[in-house]
């Protein structure tokens, strides 16, 4: 069988220009990076367009079993441009830390991908890695003020700005540094992120242009001094030089899919410490280009959705025409008990509990008053019962679920699901937010809680008692919340797979991202750096001298 | 006055295309990024095109005065340009990190600048991006292993392979990581080295192709285990997903000068650490596909220079057809004992003092049997007086020096420069290396102290002396030495400016660099990353919402 990369390679490739034209770009809205790829930066008359149908693609609780979001996205597209709708994808950039661990490459798969896949997956057009250089940058010059005569007082024992890197590298989750004397640095504990959870990440994909950058990277919290207080980029003075490492970073990245739909990748910030979709730039970008539309969320409708319809509709200015629900048989089976290893084997009983999950995501989703449809994506052992069972379910909600075999077939496999979704966008809309701007913190975590977990209450360690109060003081305490929790559970523990009841929700701590704009509730232990399997997908991954690569999935 | 980003930004850039005809280039031997960069690769064809000739521009010891060495080498090629000669320039990477502290960009000054200067001196085409990701993917890798039940035995007290960031951070010199229990790594000490410091960046820079550069990747010794035996890239398996990061940072860059000469910009690698010329790729395909190159190589020629004849030579398979050696007015002043704020007023005795420090390059150059000439960059306060005694200085040695006003006249100011260079390069050559490749290491390094640095003897310490009898057991006694000093003296002290006499070098330890293939040896106390001043260059760089920036000088 023929794997994702080797597709890739495979494919007929056009040139970026063409891809260009056919977006609707004049000649000066774009510029080349390689032959395949480049950054798109929309000229006023472009931005006058009116906006095109918004279709968000988010999924039930991952499992191991893989649901193929991005490839059910991917594939979504190029079936409605094969019906001849002008159509765009607007989707994250993938991280190269979980590239060389476990989880491979995230540009889609099989016959619905997104090309160059290697050069996606790897280092694109760099926004990553400025993004990466300008979150060190900041703290090399934040640590050189403390050795410097610490001239803001900041206390070492409460910084907030950590350091980061684009690896899964456990063994830098704790640090010290500042050590071997008085020539190098001050002493102090210190950590390193993922590069995708870093606050610069969530501000490049909120901002509207590089003003609106700068405003944010100077309101970013560093640390606190001697007295307490915070203190930030603003004050040290850093923010124009941080920008300036953006300038091309804030321009969205323009490529293709493998049916040559054009397609914006931009961005990547976690679905779990951010805000975990793609850019407000480049989600705005299509919607000025294109007809429709179709984006992802990160992980579950509960964590990328919940954030999408809460926290990004109300910065772009735009809500969803319709929201998809991918769900797979195997991952339902997951999550009605059985093991990953009889996935292939036909289990009514397991799937029937397991559409529990699908049913709390499709009532949540429902709440927003936006059309929802369910896409099950369908493999090869999926049997015509557990098929039909998951649309009947589905139809209990009101909600149509159309199969696509987006992997396989690419667009040919969801011409079905095309057709529904189109329907679904002409469909009547009344957008319900879950809460109000002006909402207490603990309100807005309630709501979350209640209407999208299901879960009971809500229990705040005293830490996050005391956070609250002195955020109150800084006026902060209204600010949105971006919940961090497992993805793998509706409720805060990742075991608790299914449709969880009775649990609560436990806000260990908060943390304050005031460049971004809101406020970070931890909950359980979620992993802001992660680490590498036994066996790293590094240890398969090889190129000849042609450049022709095997082994990135 | 006008700053180097005020007229960089002001310049009138070709399209990259035009750029790539004039070079030589066929459509398909280059790759934009952006619309003023490219990425290049040589079909065969081009390769067999005989080599033109090779101009090495190095300098007398750095001073805090400055010496143009960069702005000397882009005004020459624009001369030489302008005098109807098909001209590239050669040039490394500026690194970032400097750029944010103390020494600002490295893309020359004034009228004599490549761009676009900000690209250049930011992010360009990821080159150095695409390395920190692959280092520190690599460390991550190997701290996994240590993880993961350690198959490999790996000592953690006797690792090698630090972590690498482009950035200024003293702070990060020496850390302990893996800390926070047993879920987060095995703690150890380690440290961060900034990337041109990496040995995969001497790795790319000397690579002739992919295979080459897996090769060399496979090599490298990422640290000991517990029976002290060395444990490589190969052992562990990594070799191909390293090299797979490097596939498009082994491309040499294209862009332009001011004057619209084509130069390749590729690599940056310490001329301490390691070779500190830019890559044998972009060199190689400069002079297949130009009749002048002009290139550089790192600090003065005691350091770069000779690592350029001595090591780069042989595996480029082009020996240089004449040297320019830089000096200025108001650095030999400081060589002679005058204060850096004194350096506007004539002074004839510091001067004459300060010649001393040309007279050692000069002899040192002269013995590799090729010509050398002497560039003059002048500095508005300097005297027709002072001018014509370094002129006359150098006539002693049989070395003409012609007088140059790169900084505020481009290639008009170096027109009399390059016709003295091209006269050289038609002079007969008899190049002499410096010893030969079977020489014992220490026998290498009393070469380069007697014949190069002036010195007397090599002491080596106790540590040295006993992994030089390490190393011969590995077979690694007999690599070329890369000679890590300060570049500011003669001497292993950088107080000792002018021409020191009767001091020994003091050999603290040897780092062996079996990927990039040779070994370092310290003298005196060589930071591999530096720190951030007081006043960071950060502070002033700013940029609108047009992407106009200012501050970066």
């Known amino acids: 069988m023929k794997t994702d990369i080797d597709i890739a390679q495979a494919a007929d490739v056009w040139p970026i220009e063409k891809i260009a034209q056919q977006a609707g770009l004049t000649s000066d809205e774009w510029e080349p990076y390689g032959r395949d790829k480049a950054k798109i930066q929309l000229h006023e008359r472009t931005k006058q367009q009116k906006l095109g149908k918004l ?108 350091r980061a890197l684009d690896v899964n590298d456990r063994a830098l989750r704790h640090v010290t540094i500042g050590l071997g004397g008085p020539t190098s640095g001050v002493p102090r504990e210190d950590g390193f992120d993922i590069t995708v959870a870093s606050e610069l990440m969530a501000i490049l994909t909120l901002s509207k242009d590089l ?32 920008t300036t490492l953006l300038k091309d970073a804030i321009k969205p990245n323009l490529v293709q899919t493998l049916a040559h739909t054009p397609a914006l990748i931009h961005g990547g910030p976690f679905a779990n410490i951010a805000q975990g979709t793609n850019s407000i730039l480049a989600t705005k970008s299509a919607l000025h280009l294109a007809d429709y539309v179709v984006t992802e969320a990160g992980f579950g ?3 990328g959705g919940e954030k999408f319809l809460d926290f990004k509709v109300p910065l772009l200015g735009k809500v969803p025409d319709t929201i998809v629900v991918v769900a797979t048989v195997r991952a339902l089976k997951m999550h009605g008990g059985e093991d990953k290893k009889n996935l292939s084997t036909p289990n009514i009983e ?79 809309k009344n957008y319900q937010p879950l809460y109000q701007p002006d909402d207490e913190a603990l309100v807005k975590i309630e709501h979350i809680v209640h209407e ?7 229990v705040l360690s005293d830490k996050a008692v005391k956070q609250l109060q002195t955020f109150k003081k800084y006026g902060w305490d209204k600010l ?63 190129i000849d001298n042609e450049g022709h690569i095997i082994g990135l999935n």
Chains 1, 2 share one sequence.
């Open 55 to 162: 279709i968000l693609v988010t999924s039930i609780n991952p499992t191991p079993a893989g649901e193929g979001k991005s490839t059910v996205t991917v594939g979504l597209a190029d079936a409605l441009a094969s019906q001849k709708h002008k159509t765009m994808v607007a989707l994250r950039e993938p991280s190269l830390g979980p590239v060389m661990g476990l989880k491979g490459g995230a540009t889609g798969g099989g016959y619905s991908q997104v090309i160059p896949m290697a050069d996606i997956n790897m280092h694109f057009t760099g926004d990553f890695h400025a993004l990466t250089s300008a979150h060190n940058t900041l703290a090399a010059l934040v640590d050189n003020s403390l050795y410097q005569g610490n001239p803001f007082n900041l206390d070492p024992r409460r910084m907030l700005w950590k």
């Open 301 to 303: 409708s509960d964590l």
């Open 350 to 428: 397991a799937l029937q509990k397991g559409l529990a999950n699908l049913g709390r995501h499709l009532k949540s989703m429902k709440r927003y008053g936006v059309p929802v449809v369910v896409a099950i994506n369908q493999f090869t052992a999926d049997t015509i019962e557990e098929l039909n069972m998951v649309k009947a379910y589905a139809a209990k909600f009101d909600v149509p679920a159309y199969i696509a075999d987006v992997w396989s077939q690419g667009g040919d496999g969801a011409q079905e699901l095309a057709t529904g979704v189109v329907l679904a966008t002409d469909k009547a």
């Open 211 to 242: 003003a609106d950058m700068k405003v944010r990277i100077s309101r970013i919290v560093v640390g606190y001094n001697y007295n307490k207080e915070p203190v930030t980029v603003s004050d040290l003075g850093f923010a124009g030089a941080i």
């Open 480 to 542: 949105p919340i971006i919940m961090a929790k497992t993805q793998y559970s509706l409720s805060d523990n990742p075991n608790k797979i299914g449709a969880p009841e009775n649990f609560d929700i436990h806000i260990r701590e908060f943390i304050p991202k005031l460049g971004a704009g809101f406020l970070v509730a931890l909950t359980g232990s979620v992993l802001t750096m992660p680490g590498l399997p036994k066996h790293p997908a590094a240890l398969d991954i090889d």
């Open 452 to 458: 999208i977990y299901g879960g009971q209450s809500v």
